[in-house]
């Protein structure tokens, strides 16, 4: 495999960028992940994953830390949870999505510079985006019948976020692979045809 392609982080400091890592990085920012103020211009980015899912602690773990490999991680564990955290100067240039109040209730919008990392590493960003705010279960549907109730399973996705901004950088993200969508209702997004949820089986899979 060649070696990853790299990005020299904008409007802060020259040192080149883990595209791939950074694409993952930025779904589980945009669904559980926050940026506060810390002290002497530092600013703490913490991402909200659930311990029940040890692997998703140590993937959010592991992408914090390519990202910004000078600036240590932190586990905190919270109730039912496990607050994954580093400081840096660096993160609001990271996410310049970051901004006053809940994401939902302000515009979300990438740069260019970000838009062109996630054309690249399109599956990382749907990764992380469905490890944050989403899950694969299996969907039970009744269909009544002459002869009686008859009731059949099948697999699909389902993507949850209050922002409409981030649900179309979700859907958005599956049009460029081609996987077909449907959007529920106002919050959720589901993926549910058969060689969509084997597309995304490919690289998401369920949770762990």
């Not at 883990?18 to 980015?45: N, P, W």
Request: hydrophobic content about 35%; charged content about 25%; overall charge positive.
């Amino acid at each position: 495999m060649g070696r990853t392609r790299q990005t020299r982080l904008p409007r802060c400091f020259g040192r080149p960028l883990d595209r791939r890592k950074y694409a993952y990085l930025l779904g589980v920012y945009l669904g559980d992940g926050h940026i506060v103020a810390t002290v002497k211009g530092c600013f703490r980015l913490s991402l909200s994953c659930c311990a029940g899912w040890p692997g998703l602690v140590e993937a959010a773990a592991c992408s914090m830390a390519a990202v910004l490999p000078r600036s240590k991680v932190h586990r905190r564990h919270v109730s039912g949870a496990v607050d994954v955290n580093s400081q840096s100067k660096h993160w609001p240039c990271l996410f310049p999505q970051h901004g006053p109040g809940k994401k939902h209730a302000r515009r979300i919008a990438l740069e260019a510079w970000q838009q062109e990392i996630v054309d690249e590493f399109t599956e990382e960003l749907v990764r992380g985006l469905i490890h944050s705010d989403g899950c694969r279960s299996l969907n039970r549907v009744r269909r009544p019948l002459k002869g009686g109730d008859r009731f059949y399973t099948y697999p699909r996705y389902t993507f949850t976020n209050k922002s409409p901004d981030i649900q179309r950088i979700f859907t958005a993200a599956l049009d460029r692979l081609d996987v077909p969508w449907r959007q529920m209702n106002a919050m959720n997004v589901s993926v549910a045809r058969r060689a969509a949820v084997a597309r995304l089986d490919e690289f998401v899979g369920p949770k762990y």
